[in-house]
């Protein structure tokens, strides 16, 4: 089970693709692409270093800032690691998350 994975990366703290605010709180505009590739590659490192794998993901729980403008590029980078694993997916909008992220997965994979 995995819960509040983001695209920050180990040991920096970074956003790939950017914060979606500023220090300010003002918007920024941020590459949910890139933020997207970096969750996924969060996911499968966890899993990875626990004795499974993104294959044996079951069920994923998506949350999007804005769905609107992210969900078509989110579902591409999606759909390249995960449409031949075929796990079940519930995707989210929700109005923000508690860092400047615009993507977050929840994951059930079998051990």
């Known amino acids: 089970f995995l819960s509040g994975v983001g695209p920050r990366q180990a040991g920096s703290d970074a956003i790939p ?10 918007a920024n505009d941020y590459d949910v692409e890139a933020q997207t590739r970096a969750v996924i590659e969060n996911v499968k490192t966890i899993l990875e270093a626990s004795g499974s794998s993104l294959d044996k993901v079951i069920d994923v729980t998506v949350f ?3 769905m609107e403008r992210d969900f078509a590029t989110f579902n591409k980078v999606y759909n390249e690691y995960f449409e031949h694993i075929g796990a079940t997916r519930t995707t989210l909008a929700i ?4 860092t400047p992220i615009a993507v977050e997965f929840k994951v059930l994979a079998r051990a």
Request: a negative charge; proline letters at 6%; zero cysteines.
């Open 17 to 26: 693709g950017g914060a979606v605010k500023n220090s300010d709180g003002s």
């Open 64 to 66: 999007l800032i804005d």
């Open 95 to 98: 109005s923000a998350l508690p």
